[in-house]
């Protein structure tokens, strides 16, 4: 077997940390970060570019010349191009969405930013969402980047996962406690 089957979060790693140093040299950054954000997301929404990516039978010159339409119609960072193509040459494209997170996860980190799950049982404003990013910043004094879902099967309550730190004030799992309470008397 090929030894691109032991391709680990640590090599994810380093090719999105090279990313940073590069992007950081270059002044580019904050432009670079946004449109990895925006191929994430690209690579969630459309079944063909995934399929690009994840297809091994897809040679090095579809995928590139893909690439350039999608830099070309986006405006892509020149440089966040240049390193896409770089791992489409070593056969790495099909890595790319895992190395661009971890690449949006080490900007997050380097400004200090802490990241925080947020679920809901009920539909919050954006306000209200903005209020509880602002008190999780004051508790842990540091800045919060936070990822909102709503999942009404909570049916009541919040639940706020910072790092290694999790409450639970859904109703669900307080059901769910009574319930093993129960099972167990």
Known sequence: MSKNKGFSETSAGRYSLALYELAT???MLSEIEVHSVSIINLITLSKDFK???????????DQLNALNK???????NKLLTKF??????????????KILKSFVDTCSIKRGELKAELTSAKDLTEIEVNNIKEELTKN???KIKLNYKHD?????GLIVQVGSTMVDTSIKNKLQQIENRMIEA
């Open 25 to 27: 040299e270059a002044n």
């Open 51 to 61: 399929s690009l990516i994840k297809d091994p039978t897809n040679n090095k010159e």
């Open 70 to 76: 999608i830099s070309d119609q986006y405006k892509l």
């Open 84 to 97: 896409l193509s770089f791992l489409i040459s070593k056969r790495r494209f099909f890595y790319v969405e």
């Open 140 to 142: 842990f004094s540091s």
């Open 152 to 156: 009404a099967s909570l049916i009541g």
